[in-house]
């Protein structure tokens, strides 16, 4: 990009861009292996059930096959990552659809995919709990009391007394489905053995986490397994946890076999077993005055967690704390709980519950400023918190945003006084085609919750290279967010070096410290602003001044390297939490991030009543997010995101049986293409973050919370429809419209 | 005159009858990133198998296996096919261009534009901008949003894509490298 208009230095390019544009990236199947078998997966045919048998069919040689089943598991049969819950390889007993029970190798792809479809594993069924917001019979308990993996409450005031003095109290039920990731390189794993260390590579976000998982199940630590991350063609949370899983299931393949061993998965196979986004159920009732002020908000969140716990207690922290949305009200409950269900489990998602919490609360704002006959932008504006006041968890927001300013930009670019009015206009002159504009206002808390940093403990290290440059160490990997960049320009412009002076070390548990997993929008803000630090330490070990720079550094660091018997040059930093945060785990008060961006989203859509179709004709995302680093890459990140919501909201629909995924194919699971999407306007409004790297806050996530309230609040505009449930899809929009006029008939 | 959209290539394919078989391979030439060669294939080995396992052009990346992803996409006879639904045999005789062939200079405007992120989509996606620029009469007919839907993103919402080409375009020199044009 040539030089910004307002003065600003051209964005650094992505540095492994051009690698990546001209196919030369390579990723794990892409990483040429010799004399390697590929492994399969048997199955679980069922959702719930005792194993009686495994029936090995005719058609191939079994001599030719390594066979892993649960007895060859030489530690404990568990993926660990908070609890032991979930197992590597069914042990008597399943849980869900799909559960791996036994793993084949050989060396033809094509055979030991054959021949896993071979192998028949009876199970004893039993009636599977598949309804994650019924009260579980006692059959159908499998998860302590009540299949409760986690409820969380968060109560400010006295939410009964004030809904009982509200003149007005309006509630509402909203539903959102399921999300599968579609990253467009799907899973991969390779594992070999290295004399004492068995060494895996593959696609992930979270190397330490895939360690952390493996120490149990190998019955070895760290120093006997290697975790390396290769070029990683997309995540968005779908390689957080289940990595984890194809990492362990190579490694045992390549323990008992001897041989390196790689599990590349096929789309289907990708779509039907790994994590999915959680469907949510998120009720409210809301206290107003005549005037539209805020005086009560009881909400009910309820989550489908799937068969086993994975990450959903924190995805259900999430949803919690930003369920309340950035309104200020004295008299706030959210009660939400994750539920066992026998489905395929479910798992992180840009987001991380956000999303839903988001669409139950941003539709409901609507609905309510309906009921007092008020117009919904009047509504939110009233009720926007303000420096000063406190969220529902009792955290003082005083971050100097101008969140009024957020919200003026959004209507000022989409021209939303006028164009609503043009609209209602346009709908009443056309019987065919009806438009709609819709608002959401949101913030996104950035990077772990509460106290979740300071338990990470993460470190990053600086190294100063022989040739008088920099490498920077971190577990965060690139996925397509830009890090690689972003950590190029944060290291560079904290030493005064340029960027071809600054490398970025590839994850690889033996050769860098633990920074933390690559999620939560952490990286940027939370990772990065620990590389400027060691940086920093680099600066200090040399005993250089603190404003050196440049050639000063450059020559220093080499001056170090004159002496062979020198000792690496390694500048440290390890993570502190800022003073202003402080956080009760156990009442969920205090402050449950350090800081929030805050954003305010506009759609418009046009729907065709010959097929019930939606298109979003315009979209306006405007977001503060603290300082912006590159705005390329910021910019990118906000449009995908919002391309992923519009998506969920209008086009994703995952049809059940039970408790997996039917439509595994991107022939019947639909994701937009470039035709089905509008130009994405993005303004980003920036106040530096002073805990953030050069003043930045977190920006992956927020842009997935905003669109689908949006969305669905233009399509209400549009038909007059309830629109609480997505994805709309033509069908939904039908029988929706159906409804309503069988109710303005009766 | 506009070309088929979406990959249609027209003419009668071979069969493998027409072609030597030796055994269980079929061996036949091809014009393969401009250059004239023999390859030895099975029968039903598809085109991204043979590219990607046997000549470890591993720029071509498998999306889904059923031509609804593009990120397979080659150039066949000047036209993007995706390679997963063609078998290898059916190639022979042809030109087929895949991404190791593109000239990193015309990659330029794709890098300053925020084309790719992640990049597993990306060589599909420069294969068949690629094919757009080089046959620009398309745009007469069609925007580049439609004529980029073979191909999905999941990570740009396709703006840093349509913004590249659109800057490519507006360069002098049009982006027709490799066999392409």
């Known amino acids: 990009m040539p030089a910004l208009a307002d003065g600003k230095e051209a964005d650094l390019k992505r540095r492994e861009g051009m690698a990546k544009l001209s196919g030369r990236e390579l990723y794990i199947d892409d990483i040429p292996s010799a004399d390697h078998l590929w492994g399969a997966t048997v199955r679980s045919p069922s959702p719930r059930g005792r194993i009686m048998s495994i029936e090995f069919g005719t058609g191939v040689d079994w001599s030719e096959f390594v066979v892993v089943t649960a007895e060859d598991i030489p530690g404990r049969n568990a993926i660990f990552l908070m609890e032991y819950d979930q197992p590597a390889l069914a042990d008597g007993y399943v849980r869900h659809v799909h559960e791996a029970v036994l793993l084949l190798a050989h060396p033809s792809r094509e055979t030991v995919r054959r021949a896993a479809k071979l192998v028949a594993v009876h199970v004893e069924a039993e009636s599977p709990v598949l309804d994650f917001c019924a009260a579980p019979a006692s059959d159908d308990i499998q998860y302590g009391p009540d299949n409760v993996f986690k409820r969380i409450l968060i109560e400010k005031g006295d939410v009964e007394a004030a809904l009982a003095a509200a003149p007005i109290v309006v509630e509402g039920e909203y539903f959102t489905g399921s999300q599968e990731h579609v990253y467009i390189e799907t899973q991969g794993m390779r594992a070999h053995v290295d004399g004492d260390v068995v060494v895996i590579q593959g696609s992930m976000q979270c190397p330490y986490y895939v360690l952390k998982a493996l120490e149990p199940l190998l019955d070895r630590d760290a120093n006997g397994i290697r975790i390396i991350q290769t070029a990683t063609g997309g995540g968005f949370g779908g390689k957080e946890e289940y990595p984890s899983m194809i990492a362990g299931h190579t490694a045992l393949l390549a323990l008992k076999s001897g041989r390196p061993v790689k599990m590349i998965y096929d789309r289907w196979e990708d779509m039907a077993v790994t994590t999915k986004r959680h469907p949510s159920r998120v009720r409210h009732r809301t206290g107003v005055d005549e005037r539209g002020r805020l005086l009560a908000q009881d909400i009910e969140i309820v989550l489908d967690g799937g068969a086993y716990l994975t990450l959903s207690p924190v995805v259900l922290s999430r949803a919690v704390i930003h369920a309340g949305g950035p309104y200020a009200c004295d008299a706030v409950r959210i009660d939400g709980r994750a539920m066992l269900t026998n489905a395929v489990p479910f798992g992180a998602f840009r987001g991380f519950g956000a999303p839903q919490a988001f669409f139950g609360l941003e539709r409901h704002m609507d609905v309510v400023a309906a009921r007092l006959d008020m117009d919904p932008v009047e509504f939110r504006r009233i009720n926007l918190i303000r420096d000063g006041q406190q969220t529902a968890t009792g955290q003082t927001i005083n971050d100097g945003v101008d969140r009024l300013e957020v919200l003026d930009t959004a209507l000022r670019l989409s021209d939303w006084t006028a164009r609503r009015s043009e609209i209602e206009r346009l709908n009443l002159a056309d019987p065919l085609v009806k438009r709609g504009l819709g608002l959401a206002v949101f913030h996104h808390g950035a990077g772990f919750t509460g106290n979740g940093e300071l338990m990470l403990q993460s470190v990053v290290h600086v190294a100063g290279t022989p040739a008088g440059g920099v490498e920077v160490r971190t577990a965060s990997v690139e996925m397509g967010q830009g890090m690689t960049t972003v950590f190029t320009q944060l290291a560079a412009g904290r030493l005064g070096l340029d960027a071809d002076s600054v490398t970025i070390a590839q994850p690889d548990t033996h050769r860098v410290p633990n920074s933390g997993p690559s999620v939560a929008s952490r990286t940027t803000m939370v990772v990065g602003f620990l590389v400027e630090q060691a940086c920093d330490d680099l600066r200090r070990r040399l005993e250089l001044a603190d404003d050196a720079r440049g050639s000063t550094v450059s020559e220093a660091i080499r001056a170090w390297y004159a002496d062979p018997a020198a000792a690496e040059l390694v500048g440290e930093s390890t993570y502190e939490q800022p003073h202003h945060i402080e956080w009760d785990e156990e009442t969920y008060r205090g402050d449950a991030y350090g800081a929030y961006a805050w954003a305010a989203y506009v759609a418009e859509v046009e729907v065709d009543l010959r097929t019930y179709g939606t298109r979003v004709t315009d979209f306006v995302a405007v977001q503060e997010v603290g300082h912006v680093l590159n705005e390329t890459l910021a910019r990118g990140q906000i449009q995908g995101g919002v391309a992923q919501a519009i998506s969920w909201a209008l086009l994703e629909d995952i049809r059940w049986q039970d408790g997996a995924m039917q439509n595994c194919q991107l022939t019947n699971y639909i994701i937009p293409t470039s035709d089905d999407l509008p130009s994405i306007r993005v303004k980003f409004l920036e106040t530096p973050y002073p805990h953030g790297a050069q003043g930045s806050k977190g920006i992956g996530e927020l842009p997935m919370d905003g669109p689908g309230p949006a969305i669905a609040n233009a399509l209400a505009h549009a038909l007059g429809i309830p629109a609480t449930s997505i994805p709309l899809t033509p069908e939904r929009l039908m029988a929706e419209l159906d409804s309503v006029a069988a109710l303005e008939a009766s | ?181």
């Open chain 2, 1 to 181: 005159m506009i070309q088929p959209v979406n990959g249609l290539v027209s003419g009668v394919l071979p069969v493998a009858g027409d072609l030597p078989v030796t055994g269980d391979t079929i061996t036949f030439g091809w014009r393969l990133n401009g250059e004239e060669t023999q390859i030895e294939v099975d029968p039903a080995e598809r085109l991204l198998d043979t590219l990607r396992y046997r000549l470890g052009l591993t720029g071509t990346k498998e999306g889904c296996a059923e031509g609804e992803c593009g990120s397979c996409t080659v150039l066949m006879d000047g036209l993007p096919v995706n390679s997963c639904l063609v078998l290898s045999f059916q190639a022979a005789g042809r030109r087929i261009d895949t991404v190791e062939s593109l000239d990193e200079a015309a990659l330029a405007p794709f890098l300053e534009g925020g084309a790719t992120q992640c990049g597993a989509c990306t060589p599909g996606v420069v294969i068949t901008a690629n094919w757009l620029l080089a046959n620009r009469d398309l745009l007469d007919t069609h925007h580049i949003r439609e004529l980029m839907a073979g191909n999905l993103c999941r990570c740009t919402g396709y703006d840093g894509i349509v913004d590249s080409i659109e800057a490519a375009l507006e360069a002098d020199d049009p982006a027709v490298v490799g066999d392409a044009s």
